[in-house]
């Protein structure tokens, strides 16, 4: 069992260059989610999605779009890099929404510089 | 607006001592509060779990309280080690399934 798989671990790009994060679960979770991680922010909600087909926006939503095609993957989309989207980026899936009290998992991590 | 906060943002204590880290929040219309574990470099281990209903949790050496009314939460690690030094961050879920993390407690247990 895999759990939350993402991809690349590690990724550097250059100012206006796009690239897809991948998320991927193999645990049947409705709920998936994007969090960048920055010193002294903390952790914040980029995208959220609650099923297939189904996405809305969090705390951080500017500058990155999502889609949810199937139950299992949650790709992050960066459309023209800026040095601000330098972060840890965390995809996170639960059991379902609608006020479902299921525990949080958590992928490794990617870690994304803009040059 | 939910607001997450963990004091002090760092811990230094010998290895054996029975410390507790502090959670608040300000909006006590939460679904459940999770404390997690980051490694440096690493992703987020979920610890435990409170749902809004519990007042506690237990997992080996770690106790979690959950106090809604006072918005405040604690996580007890009973004799400490030194492979307890990490990061824990503390989260509230609440409505439209959003969690809302603390900026987190850096945990050192010194040998």
């Known amino acids: 069992n895999a759990g939350v798989t993402q991809t690349p671990k590690f990724q550097v790009l250059k100012t206006g260059q796009s690239m897809t994060l991948q998320c991927a679960q193999d645990m049947n979770h409705e709920y998936m989610s994007w969090y960048r991680q920055d010193p002294g922010m903390g952790l914040r909600l980029i995208h959220y999605?609650?099923?297939?087909?189904?996405?809305d926006q969090g705390e951080v939503p500017n500058g990155y779009n999502v889609s949810r095609s199937t139950t299992e993957d949650f790709p992050l989309r960066l459309l023209s890099a800026a040095p601000s989207q330098t972060s840890v980026y965390f995809c996170?899936?639960?059991?379902?929404?609608?006020?479902?009290?299921?525990?949080?998992?958590f992928g490794e991590g990617s870690r994304l510089t803009v040059l | 607006k939910q607001e997450v906060t963990q004091i002090p943002a760092a811990l230094s204590v010998p290895e054996g001592e029975n410390l507790v880290l502090n959670c608040s929040f300000t909006?006590?219309?939460?679904?459940?509060l999770q404390w997690f574990r980051q490694d440096p470099g690493k992703g987020l281990t979920s610890l435990l779990l409170?749902?809004?209903?519990?007042r506690e949790q237990t997992s080996g050496r770690l106790n979690a309280s959950l106090d809604k009314s006072s918005g405040r939460s604690t996580l007890y690690i009973a004799a400490s080690q030194p492979g307890d030094s990490a990061t824990y961050l503390c989260a509230t879920r609440g409505g439209a399934q959003k969690l809302v993390f603390g900026q987190g407690t850096r945990l050192t247990i010194n040998p």
């Open positions: 999605s609650v099923g297939a087909g189904i996405t």
């Open positions: 909006d006590s219309a939460i679904y459940n």
């Open positions: 996170a899936s639960t059991k379902s929404g609608g006020g479902d009290t299921g525990e949080l998992f």
């Open positions: 409170i749902q809004s209903s519990q």
